[in-house]
């Protein structure tokens, strides 16, 4: 079953056509990496995909976009399917509160009362993306204090805290070095049990680490999208073979 549906799905900034009459499916319970050169449209397609991308200015769309058999797009309560998927950016961000806080701060902001409080609730998520034991004796304090991987971390833990069934990540370890990189992509192996999860990369040793399946995205349309395995080493696409043999070859 697909936990994502992109159905004849475009989008506009203005004028500029980015995604062109998408058609694609993500599975549940599985990573998909999504590749393609700067500016063809990953951000934006998973912006689309949590409701966040029509807070910019002129962003148009058209077509729809189902997860987990809903339409989404015609909701008129947005908090709850950016809850339902939630969003991991490529700069690590603490927010201006305590560790505790952090993990605490989404359940509290979409109101989930069994949530928002206890002890319990912030060990499990700060375990979930193995953070507990580097933080477990100074939860008071600022997270601002924590390293860039330890944020990346903590901003997962801030995610999961409220219960996605989708999780969108968009280049995660980016400004990441390997050895955080390295516990992030274990991380993301572990968490796809109970998680769908999107990940955008440019790295492509990642999307093979890592992805169940792949795709590949360009000028607004998707060329290719298969198991990692076959996407890697025998693509159908010329494009896409291109596009890796650039990188690798
Ligand atoms: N807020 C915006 N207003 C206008 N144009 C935008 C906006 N955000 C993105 N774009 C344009 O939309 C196109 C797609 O951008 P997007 O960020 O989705 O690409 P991308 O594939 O994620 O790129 P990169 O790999 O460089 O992050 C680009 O041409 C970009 O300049």
Redesign the pocket.
């Known amino acids: 079953m697909n936990a994502v549906e992109l159905i004849n799905f475009s989008t506009w900034?203005?004028s500029?056509n980015?995604l062109k009459n998408v058609n694609i499916g993500f599975s549940s319970d599985a990573i998909t990496a999504i590749m393609?050169?700067?500016?063809?449209?990953?951000?934006?397609?998973l912006r689309s995909i949590n409701r966040t991308a029509e807070m910019?200015?002129?962003?148009k769309w058209d077509g729809d976009i189902h997860v987990l058999g809903q339409s989404i797009n015609k909701v008129k309560n947005v908090a709850r399917v950016r809850r339902q998927v939630g969003m991991v950016y490529q700069t690590p961000v603490a927010l201006p509160m305590s560790i505790k806080e952090n993990v605490l701060f989404g359940p509290r902001y979409y109101g989930l009362k069994g949530r928002s409080h206890g002890d319990a609730i912030v060990e499990d998520c700060l375990r979930k993306v193995a953070l507990w034991d580097e933080v477990k004796d100074r939860l008071q304090q600022p997270a601002s204090k924590l390293s860039g991987g330890q944020k990346q971390r903590l901003a997962m833990a801030r995610v999961l805290a409220v219960e996605p069934r989708v999780l969108l990540l968009?280049?995660p370890c980016s400004s990441l070095d390997p050895a955080s990189t390295n516990l992030i992509e274990e991380l993301l192996k572990r968490l796809t049990k109970d998680l769908s999860i999107i990940i955008?990369t440019?790295n492509l040793f990642q999307a093979r680490r890592i992805a169940d399946e792949t795709v590949f995205?360009l000028e607004g349309q998707v060329v290719e999208k298969g198991h990692t395995g076959t996407i890697f080493t025998s693509p159908r696409h010329e494009k896409t073979r291109g596009f890796i043999s650039g990188l690798f070859g």
């Open positions: 900034y203005g500029k980015i393609g050169p700067s500016g063809c449209g990953k951000t934006t397609m910019e200015t002129g962003f968009d280049e955008v440019h995205l």
